[in-house]
């Protein structure tokens, strides 16, 4: 079974992401396992996709880094298998439904559960839509990561009821980035998804990229996803940035503890 919740086992989590392929397949594992090594509790490989439309210029530049540098679904599964023969850490695939459909159901998460692939978050899937991914994914043991948006509370309860794995808890309407001022009412949304949903983690997402940050979206939540400010790491560094994405995720995790 999903691995998932041993990721919050350990106090709150720190789940790291980034862009599978950028700046190449070889430094995307090296980055990955230094994550783990600076305390990441749980990391989300991008698939890359040319048309991300819930990511910000940051991470749609990062597809199109590792687009043009060849990569492709077949490329990321080789590096959850790389990963795989070093480390077991929880690991999730963050993609949009057209990747995954245009591989075809089935044999995608075939291969993600021969890897032990433990989620995969779609930003693009209507939740009314889920169940045409989950019948599939179940099959496999991965779990299809429901994402709540700032939006009504009956829906909110509706999606936490039914959700599996972690909830991904999106801070602010629009697409990722790093903010300074995140102004929703955060309180609010957890106390309503802890209601519905009190044994499943929820960790927030969307904006988080300073230790204060993650120290106190920790105080509300059982976790925080941080994906830009990585990401912009490793633009400014490319192939050397290992030692950056690990000084950087030890901070966010010492945050945290």
Same mark, same amino acid.
């Given at each position: +079974?999903?691995?998932?919740?041993?990721?919050?086992?350990?106090?709150?989590?720190?789940?790291?992401?980034?862009?599978?392929?950028?700046?190449?397949?070889?430094?995307?594992?090296?980055? !990955?396992?230094?994550? $783990?090594?600076?305390?990441?509790?749980? !990391?989300? !490989?991008?698939?890359?996709?040319?048309?991300?439309?819930?990511?910000?210029?940051?991470?749609?530049?990062?597809?199109?880094?590792?687009?043009?540098?060849?990569?492709?679904?077949?490329?990321?599964?080789?590096?959850?298998?790389?990963?795989?023969?070093?480390?077991?850490?929880?690991?999730?695939?963050?993609?949009?439904?057209?990747?995954?459909?245009?591989?075809?159901?089935?044999?995608?998460?075939?291969?993600?559960?021969?890897?032990?692939?433990?989620?995969?978050?779609?930003?693009?899937?209507?939740?009314?839509?889920?169940?045409?991914?989950?019948?599939?994914?179940?099959?496999?043991?991965?779990?299809?990561? %429901?994402?709540?948006?700032?939006?009504?509370?009956?829906?909110?309860?509706?999606?936490?009821?039914?959700?599996?794995?972690?909830? =991904?808890?999106?801070?602010?309407?629009?697409?990722?980035? +790093?903010?300074?001022?995140?102004?929703?009412?955060?309180?609010?949304?957890?106390?309503?998804?802890?209601?519905?949903?009190?044994?499943?983690?929820?960790?927030?997402?969307?904006?988080?990229?300073?230790?204060?940050?993650?120290?106190?979206?920790?105080?509300?939540?059982?976790?925080?996803?941080?994906?830009?400010?990585?990401?912009?790491? !490793? $633009?400014?560094?490319? %192939?050397?940035?290992?030692? =950056?994405? =690990?000084?950087?995720?030890?901070? +966010?995790?010492?945050?945290?503890?």
């Amino acid at each position: +079974m999903s691995k998932i919740k041993n990721a919050f086992s350990n106090g709150k989590a720190f789940i790291g992401f980034l862009t599978a392929g950028d700046p190449c397949l070889e430094s995307s594992v090296e980055f !990955i396992l230094e994550m $783990e090594r600076a305390g990441a509790d749980l !990391i989300e !490989i991008g698939i890359p996709f040319s048309d991300p439309v819930a990511e910000g210029i940051v991470i749609q530049e990062a597809s199109l880094r590792a687009l043009s540098a060849g990569m492709t679904t077949d490329g990321v599964f080789e590096i959850a298998t790389r990963v795989r023969e070093k480390s077991q850490i929880p690991l999730c695939f963050m993609t949009y439904l057209n990747p995954v459909f245009h591989y075809g159901y089935e044999k995608f998460f075939s291969k993600c559960g021969e890897l032990k692939i433990d989620g995969i978050i779609i930003p693009d899937l209507p939740f009314e839509e889920k169940e045409e991914v989950s019948s599939v994914a179940s099959r496999y043991d991965v779990d299809v990561i %429901s994402l709540i948006a700032p939006t009504s509370h009956e829906r909110i309860r509706t999606i936490a009821k039914d959700a599996t794995g972690f909830i =991904y808890v999106v801070s602010s309407m629009g697409v990722t980035g +790093m903010r300074s001022d995140i102004t929703t009412d955060l309180g609010s949304m957890l106390a309503a998804i802890k209601e519905a949903a009190p044994d499943t983690p929820a960790a927030i997402g969307f904006g988080i990229n300073t230790p204060a940050q993650a120290k106190q979206y920790s105080e509300i939540a059982d976790g925080v996803i941080v994906g830009s400010a990585i990401v912009k790491i !490793i $633009e400014e560094h490319g %192939s050397d940035a290992a030692s =950056y994405v =690990y000084d950087y995720v030890k901070s +966010m995790k010492d945050a945290l503890r």
